[in-house]
């Protein structure tokens, strides 16, 4: 059942999704849970990007391998276009993963990721820009599901202002 809800979410014609991942604190595992969604739902068909917006304690560069560099951080300062600081699968063999995880993962193909870039001095100042309202415009077009991992909301402001810049909030947390 759960993935012919997933599949309904990428059939043509659908609204395409922009959603933001949270958790109330560092450590709840929001970012390795927003890394395995990204791969489910890539694996089912959909194109997905996975956007690393913590931009206090980035992590999805470290689950994947990747360089931190040319990041949101950048795009939002307009200094780069976010198509050319998309992360593929290319990126992923040729980062810390390699070539045998990648092939245990079929459908990974259809994962695009976008790191964080360099940590500035004022994240919900960039978060809260024009350039972000346009940027998760321009992915919900191309992507059918855009995850936004997002700072933990108790010691940041971030998560409150991406929240409203997107389609919906998952909350993740620590049971016990």
């Not at 012919?4 to 395409?16: H, P, S, T, V, W």
């Not at 245990?104 to 790191?115: A, E, K, S």
């Not at 978060?127 to 346009?134: A, C, F």
Request: with cysteine; proline share 5%; charged share 25%.
């Amino acid at each position: 059942i759960r993935s012919q809800i997933m599949m309904r979410l990428f059939n043509e014609g659908q609204a395409r999704h922009a959603i933001a991942v949270v958790s109330p604190d560092s450590g709840d595992g929001k970012s390795y849970f927003s890394a395995n969604l990204a791969i489910t739902l890539a694996q089912l068909g959909g194109r997905t990007l996975l956007v690393d917006a913590d931009m206090r304690k980035p992590k999805v560069d470290r689950i994947f391998g990747l360089d931190r560099d040319r990041g949101l951080s950048e795009i939002i300062l307009g200094n780069h276009d976010w198509r050319s600081c998309v992360k593929t699968v290319t990126d992923i063999i040729t980062g810390e993963l390699g070539l045998t995880d990648i092939i245990l993962t079929p459908g990974i193909d259809n994962l695009h990721i976008i790191t964080c870039g360099a940590i500035p001095p004022n994240p919900s100042e960039l978060l809260n820009s024009e350039s972000m309202d346009q940027f998760v415009r321009e992915t919900r077009k191309e992507y059918d599901m855009v995850l936004i991992d997002c700072s933990p909301v108790l010691p940041a402001t971030d998560t409150a202002v991406l929240g409203r810049k997107t389609d919906g909030v998952v909350f993740v947390y620590a049971f016990g």
